[in-house]
């Protein structure tokens, strides 16, 4: 191993994911010249196709909706921000946790979870469609980058980051990766750590876009004691703020206290197990970065109260139920003729129908959809159906 992962590993946990000690690559590669392994991972992130695309897709919101909506670029910055500041206050890789916090939605349809319900509907009979796996499809297979390898071929540790869930029947055809479900055991602390950043992200990213589309108001929020209690504060402080300034001000003091949180609920769980390698925090029986009961049920109750008020709010289930068609319909148009997709995707489609039958021929259409971002899944519908559109 270089001296570049010897570097960057300096001042790392015991039990953080050191890159010098890296499980390494399914294809085995130099070591890089100037930057350490997981530097390496992330960059080839950050340059793939699959990131760019995450630009034009949304978590709740349709991109059309607005501009200032999260998007899942957005997302994933604010998931990387949140996991990055957490991995260096508990010494664990922090590269490595940004570069799993921006690769955790690579594999998402268009139109957030309605799309990926419909998709998963039309991929039934054929193996099903599940994004976090998709995520790992796209860094193991579909990227079309590299002359000397399919996909990004990154390290066995991003990899098992990005794979945050997985069946027992997907684990068995896994291979090394899929072990640890099968074991029931955990991934390394950057993965754990990823995982609980995305959800904080979200469930305060939420916040402030649902007061944005005017889904939810601040005197609604105050039912959620995790957003009174900061709110309380804020008021007291600062008294005559606009709504705006007010959300703003309560959601950034929300955020600070679950990531303190964390902070210390990890810490205290770490240093009673004290593992001396990653290897350790696999086989430690449970995860070790948490929150602890008192944040983890003001976190429920937000999430209940996004649930009721913001994802069932009947201007997002319109939304969702037409995404839900718009994807079952491409679907089943490019099943039943491949002909009507790209040249590229129909000869994949067609190579695939050969060598594995229709299981096959779904899995290429899948990933033609699962691909696609918002708009241009809204185009393609238009084009298949719409006879005045021009194809
Ligand atoms: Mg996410």
Do not use: W
Request: net charge neutral; hydrophobic share 35%; charged share 25%.
């Amino acid at each position: 191993m270089s001296d570049t992962n010897r570097e960057a590993d300096a001042g790392l946990a015991p039990y953080a994911a050191h890159a010098a000690q890296s499980r390494g690559r399914l294809r085995p590669e130099p070591a890089p010249n100037f930057r350490s392994e997981y530097q390496r991972d992330r960059d080839r992130i950050i340059h793939s196709t699959a990131f760019r695309r995450l630009v034009y897709k949304t978590q709740v919101f349709v991109n059309h909706e607005g501009d200032l909506y999260r998007t899942r670029v957005t997302h994933s910055l604010e998931v990387a921000q949140i996991g990055r500041t957490i991995a260096r206050v508990l010494r664990l890789n922090e590269t490595l946790t940004e570069a799993i916090c921006l690769a955790h939605d690579l594999g998402h349809t268009p139109f957030g979870h309605a799309g990926q319900d419909a998709l998963n509907e039309c991929m039934r009979e054929y193996g099903g469609f599940e994004h976090n796996l998709q995520s790992l499809r796209v860094v193991d297979e579909l990227e079309d980058h590299y002359a000397a390898f399919p996909g990004l071929n990154l390290t066995f540790e991003c990899r098992e980051g990005i794979l945050k869930h997985c069946s027992q029947a997907n684990a068995r055809q896994l291979g090394e990766l899929g072990e640890r479900f099968l074991r029931r055991e955990q991934p390394g602390l950057e993965a754990q750590l990823a995982n609980l950043a995305d959800e904080v992200a979200y469930n305060n990213h939420d916040v402030d876009d649902g007061v944005r589309a005017g889904l939810i108001s601040v005197e609604q929020l105050l039912e959620a004691q995790l957003f009174a209690e900061q709110h309380r504060q804020v008021t007291a402080q600062y008294p005559g703020l606009t709504d705006r300034q007010t959300v703003h001000e309560v959601v950034r003091r929300m955020i600070s206290y679950v990531v303190s949180d964390v902070i210390t609920t990890s810490r205290a769980a770490l240093e009673s197990t004290r593992p001396a390698h990653i290897d350790e925090v696999r086989r430690a029986g449970q995860p070790l970065i948490g929150f602890s009961t008192e944040a983890k049920g003001r976190q429920a109750e937000l999430k209940s109260f996004l649930r009721e008020h913001v994802y069932r709010h009947y201007k997002v289930q319109r939304m969702t139920t037409k995404a839900r068609r718009v994807v079952r319909e491409l679907f089943t148009a490019f099943f039943t003729d491949v002909r009507l997709m790209p040249p590229e995707h129909c000869a994949g489609a067609l190579k695939a129908a050969t060598a594995t039958g229709d299981a096959g021929k779904a899995r290429a259409v899948a990933d033609y959809i699962a691909g696609m971002t918002d708009r241009y899944a809204i185009l393609e519908h238009e084009r298949l159906f719409n006879p005045a559109e021009r194809t």
